[in-house]
C-alpha cells in the first residue's frame, strides 16, 4: 500500500518540549499539506509545501510552528515549547503536481498529547 | 476568511433508508471535495468534483456541485452500517494566488445507523 504516511501515529509531550511529526507522500507525489484537527472539529489547514518551497504558510501559527519539505525525505512539522493548546491530531495529505485539481489523499495523523 | 456551513451536525437514521447532507458556503470555490472520517483515521477521499452543476456519482453515493458555485451535497442510497462515520465537505480556490492548494472544510456530519 503506497499510501500516505505518518509517524508515529501517537505522540506524548510534556510542555516546553519539541514535537516532531513527520509525513512520507504517496509514491510520485510532490506536493504536501499540513492540517490540524481539533476534537469534534473539521481540519483547519496550516501549510502547503512542494520540494524545498513553502508555497502558502497562512494557517500556521506565527511562533513555534515550522515545516519543512527536504529534496530528500519525508516532510516534517515542527511544533517547539509545546502548549497544552497544542493537543490535536495532525494530518498530512499530498497531492500530484500537474494540472489541476489538486486532489488531496490523507494520512492517519499523528495524534499529540501533551501533558 | 472563507467559511463553509456544514448541515446537519449529526444524523441518526435505520439501515436502507436515503441520507442527505449540503455545505454552503460564503464565498465560491472552483472544487467541492467529500470525505469520510472514522475514529483514529485519516479522511478518505470518496468524491470531487469540479465544475458547476456537476452531479456525480461513486457506487451509493451521489454528489453535486452547485450552479453558484456556493454550495455542493452529498447522498447516501440505501444506508448501511458501515456508511456510520463522520462526514466532510471541503472546498478548494484553484489557480490563481498561492491559496490555490488550501482545503477549507466543513465542520462535519456525524452519520448513525441503526441496524
Known amino acids: 500500500n503506497a499510501g500516505v504516511m505518518q509517524n508515529p501515529r501517537h505522540l506524548v509531550r510534556r510542555r516546553g518540549q519539541e514535537a516532531r511529526l513527520r509525513c512520507s507522500p504517496m509514491?510520485?507525489?510532490?506536493?504536501v499539506y499540513w492540517y490540524r484537527q481539533l476534537p469534534e472539529e473539521g481540519l483547519k489547514f496550516m501549510v502547503y509545501?512542494?520540494?524545498?518551497?513553502?508555497?502558502?504558510e497562512s494557517g500556521m501559527p506565527k511562533e513555534r510552528f515550522s515545516a519543512e519539505f527536504p529534496k530528500e525525505g519525508p516532510s516534517i512539522l515542527r511544533i517547539q515549547q509545546v502548549v497544552r493548546g497544542d493537543s490535536a491530531a495532525y494530518f498530512c495529505?499530498?497531492?500530484?503536481?500537474?494540472?489541476?485539481?489538486?486532489?488531496?489523499?490523507f494520512g492517519p495523523g499523528t495524534r499529540l498529547t501533551v501533558t | 476568511g472563507q467559511q463553509l456551513n456544514q448541515s446537519p451536525q449529526s444524523m441518526f437514521i435505520q439501515e436502507g433508508e436515503d441520507v442527505s447532507m449540503n455545505c454552503t458556503s460564503s464565498s465560491i470555490f472552483n472544487t467541492w471535495l467529500w470525505y469520510k472520517q472514522d475514529p483514529g483515521e485519516g479522511p478518505v477521499l470518496l468524491i470531487a468534483?469540479?465544475?458547476?452543476?456537476e452531479l456525480t456519482s461513486n457506487g451509493r453515493l451521489t454528489a453535486q456541485f452547485g450552479i453558484t458555485r456556493k454550495d455542493s451535497f452529498l447522498n447516501i442510497s440505501a444506508s448501511i452500517p458501515s456508511d456510520v462515520g463522520i462526514y466532510f465537505c471541503a472546498g478548494q480556490l484553484g489557480a490563481g494566488g498561492t491559496s490555490y492548494g488550501k482545503l477549507t472544510f466543513g465542520q462535519g456530519t456525524i452519520l448513525t445507523v441503526h441496524p
Open positions: 509514491k510520485g507525489h510532490s506536493h
Open positions: 495529505a499530498s497531492s500530484t503536481p500537474g494540472q489541476e485539481p489538486y486532489e488531496q489523499y
Open positions: 509545501l512542494q520540494k524545498e518551497n513553502i508555497i502558502d
Open positions: 468534483l469540479y465544475k458547476a452543476g
